[in-house]
Each structure stands twice: as structure tokens, then as C-alpha cells.
């Protein structure tokens, strides 16, 4: 397993980070299919062991069954990220809201859920242009204070949000959305919020990227990807061709795709680490594998522009 240095927590963080969606689906929300307890389990418990040292996870992932399972299997050791600001109503309607109230019961019952006496890495989850940023980041920074976070960060967040927070605290972590075919939320951020430590999630933008989502594919109703309205059919299609023609491209210069696809976003400005949805012990030996043959930055430009 590859490490990185990180001074802000003060221990080398791997590569390659656990997407705790890959563990929710039949908890419903935002998750990737049905995965029984047992596999739960060994799939946490093989991640660690193959050097996997930073969990990433959310309330919304399973309406609490990710950290659940996570807080019951998770060595105490392990780095956990966790994020708030997507919770639900009673009948599982979800809402988005960064309101301080919401914030602060969210992250309570994440600390419960997850068994934990604090959480490494507390993040907002979303913008939320109706709240201001400071009112949630209060509830953090007291939280902090008592010991229950040791560092704040900002997901998927703008230049705005980012500015203002920075007058109240360091923003030690960013996390946003980055694959071949979405750079948009990394190239949105200055160079010198490029340079601080930051996650990548979509790695393989929700499986197209591995070359396993067909146009035949079918997803169980446990699977986001089944009814969720940005799973848009029509752009779906266009990105399954294109991941062929890259395929093609990658089979004669001897490369996989996933190795591609974790070297393009590792060997991106500010990037330390790439958030991986393991879904079984398939998915952890072929990401493992893939780590060992990363195809260099040159070689991943050279590809690029013949893909364009």
C-alpha cells in the first residue's frame, strides 16, 4: 500500500481511503447494493489489513448504517472521516441543510453510531447557500474544543465558503468529486487550496470507470444507481462508449483502467489520497493490484490526448 505524509494529523494516510458507501445499500439513502453483516465485516476488516488506514463514511450512506457497521468492526486505530449536512425526515425523505441545529444532532448521533470518543476528520458535507457557513462551523469548533474532532473540513465546497471559513479556522482538508471525466470541482479551487491535503471521491464515477457498468446493466432497488435522478440514462450511454475507447487505448500501451483512473487522480495538484468503494474482496485485490503498476504522469498525458 502506498502512504503519504500528512502533518496535520501527525501519521502516514494511504493512498487508496474506504468508501463507506460500499457498505449501505440495504440500508437505503445513498448506497450500492445489499451487503450482508459477515461481508461487511470482512470487507472492513481486509481493507485494514491490506493498509488501508483512512475510512470515509456519512450519515446519509444507509440512513446510519455505514458508521453502524463501521463502529462495530472498524479497529479503533483507523483514521475515520465522517461529514453532516445530509440528513432525513422520519418517512426517509432527505433533506440538506447545514442549519447549526441539524449539524450538531447530526454529528452526536454520527459519534454514537461510529463508537468512537471523536472523529478525525468532521467535514460539511455540502454548501448550503441559505445558511451561512460560520453558524455550522461554531457547533464544530465546540466540539472540537471538547475533544471530539480533530480536524474540520469542507466537502464538495466553493472559493466563497472556503474564504469565510478560513477566517474562523485552518481548513486542514477538502474532499471533492474528481475522475477523468469530471475534473470541474478540482479546477474550480485556487492553486493554494489545490496544494492543501485533499480527498478525491468518484474515482470510477459510480463503477463506469472499471468497464463493469454496461448498457445492459440492471441495479437492484438497494442500488442508488437504480432510481436516483442523476443516474441520467442518456449521459450514462455517452460516458460507457467513451470508457471503451479508453479501454482500447489502455490495452495497447499494457495498462488497466483502474490503475489509469488512480493514477490520474493521484497524480493530480493536491490530491493525497483517492476515496474507493470496495465492494468485495474482487474490487480490494484488483484496486491493490492496480497500485503496484501506476502508469506515470507523461504516460497518463500521452493517453489523454488520444482519448480526446
Known amino acids: 500500500m502506498l502512504f503519504r505524509e500528512n502533518k496535520v494529523l501527525g501519521t502516514p494516510l494511504s493512498a487508496i481511503s474506504f468508501g463507506g458507501a ?10 450500492f447494493g445489499a451487503i450482508s453483516e459477515s461481508e461487511a465485516e470482512k470487507l472492513i476488516l481486509s481493507a485494514w489489513d491490506h493498509g488501508i488506514n483512512l475510512f470515509d463514511t456519512a450519515p446519509i450512506y444507509g440512513f446510519g448504517l455505514s458508521e453502524e457497521r463501521m463502529g462495530r468492526y472498524l479497529p479503533k486505530e483507523a483514521i475515520v472521516v465522517n461529514k453532516g449536512g445530509v440528513d432525513w425526515h422520519p418517512n426517509k425523505r432527505v ?3 447545514n442549519d447549526p441545529k441539524i449539524i450538531e444532532k447530526m454529528f452526536y448521533e454520527s459519534l454514537r453510531r461510529l463508537n468512537r470518543d471523536y472523529i478525525d476528520i468532521y467535514m460539511i458535507h455540502w454548501p448550503d447557500f441559505k ?4 453558524l455550522p462551523l461554531e457547533v464544530l469548533i465546540k466540539a472540537k474544543e471538547k475533544g471530539h474532532i480533530k480536524s474540520i473540513g469542507l466537502c464538495n465546497t466553493n472559493l466563497n465558503d472556503l474564504a469565510i471559513a478560513q477566517e474562523m479556522i485552518s481548513v486542514d482538508f477538502l474532499q471533492s468529486e474528481l475522475n477523468v471525466f469530471n475534473t470541474q470541482s478540482f479546477e474550480s479551487l485556487e492553486l493554494e487550496w489545490k496544494k492543501k491535503f485533499s480527498m478525491s471521491w468518484g474515482t470510477f464515477d459510480k463503477g463506469i470507470l472499471t468497464g463493469r ?3 445492459e ?3 437492484p432497488s438497494e442500488d442508488c444507481r437504480s432510481w436516483a435522478p442523476w443516474w441520467n440514462k442518456k449521459t450514462i450511454l455517452l460516458k460507457i462508449l467513451k470508457t471503451k475507447k479508453l479501454k482500447m487505448i489502455l490495452d495497447e500501451e499494457n495498462i488497466s483502467l483502474v490503475s489509469f483512473c488512480l493514477s490520474f487522480n ?3 495538484i493536491g490530491v493525497s489520497t483517492c476515496l474507493v468503494g470496495f465492494k468485495n474482496q474482487f474490487d480490494l485485490g484488483e484496486i491493490t493490484l492496480a497500485l503496484q503498476s501506476l502508469p506515470s504522469k507523461t504516460k497518463i498525458e500521452e ?3 488520444r482519448w480526446e
Open 95 to 97: 433533506n440538506m441543510s
Open 213 to 215: 457498468v454496461t448498457e
Open 131 to 134: 445558511i451561512d457557513i460560520r
Open 22 to 31: 460500499s457498505l449501505s445499500g440495504e440500508g437505503g439513502g445513498y448506497g
Open 303 to 305: 493517453v489523454l490526448k
Open 217 to 219: 446493466r440492471k441495479f
Open 266 to 268: 493521484l497524480h493530480y
